[in-house]
């Protein structure tokens, strides 16, 4: 069964304090990993997809990597308003279709 | 385009009562989602449809859940009998076919049950 995990669950940054999130994972032959953002009382919203190890996506202040095992989003130079939870998805070999397994979340707070 | 529109927002009922929760998709998408989501859990999808069709609902916790979508521009989701542990946000997504990898979610229905 595919495991998706991320961390840390909780990030406290500085404005301009860049740092990385991590998403670890466990799938039968991936098919796609995703980065959601989610806002407190709203739907998660689509960042990037990542299809292959060394895959690298960019939106302004964030940029998603890809390796075999984990991926990264990374921040530079954060803003109070990239505050969020960002969510972690993979699809794989062991989905049917287009279902998609989430991690928890890592809940991210920019302080100015 | 206004999005995709789930209703009630807010919906606080009494166990065992029915419980019907709404979704109306993006106009000309094929696939539509619908995914529940709690603290000790996080986000998990509970059952999806393309062209109205159910493909896989074998994330449905049980028989008292039951989804429907009658017609491309509508899907519910029903509870029957409703219990506590049921309490959590039901989201509803929809996607073009040819690009399922970005799947557009509503706002969400935050259901308690009493």
């Known amino acids: 069964e595919d495991q998706v995990t991320q961390s840390p669950e909780a990030l406290r940054l500085q404005e301009g304090e860049s740092s990385s999130l991590n998403c670890s994972y466990t799938?039968?032959?991936?098919?796609?990993l995703f980065w959601y953002r989610q806002d407190p009382g709203k739907g998660p919203e689509f960042l990037f997809t990542?299809?292959?190890a060394g895959e690298e996506k960019e939106k302004e202040r964030l940029k998603a990597t890809l390796t075999k095992k984990e991926s990264f989003l990374h921040i530079t130079a954060p803003k109070p308003e990239d505050s969020a939870t960002y969510l972690c998805?993979?699809?794989?070999?062991?989905?049917?279709?287009?279902?998609?397994?989430f991690g928890k979340g890592t809940s991210l707070l920019v302080t100015p | 385009d206004a999005g995709v529109i789930q209703s009630p927002r807010h919906e606080v009922t009494e166990m065992g009562q029915e419980v019907t929760l709404r979704c109306k998709p993006i106009?000309?998408?094929?696939?539509l989602f619908w995914y529940r989501q709690t603290m000790m859990r996080g986000l998990e999808l509970l059952i999806y449809?393309?062209?109205?069709?159910?493909?896989?609902d074998s994330g449905m916790p049980e028989d008292r859940f039951s989804a429907k979508m009658p017609n491309a521009s509508f899907s519910t989701l029903k509870i029957q009998p409703s219990e506590p542990r049921d309490s959590a946000v039901y989201f509803c997504a929809s996607s073009l076919a040819g690009g399922v990898d970005t799947q557009y979610f509503g706002p969400g229905t935050r259901l308690t049950v009493l």
């Open positions: 106009s000309g998408h094929d696939y």
């Open positions: 990542l299809y292959s």
């Open positions: 998805a993979v699809r794989s070999n062991s989905n049917s279709g287009y279902a998609l397994n």
């Open positions: 799938v039968s032959g991936l098919r796609g």
């Open positions: 449809f393309n062209n109205n069709v159910p493909i896989d």
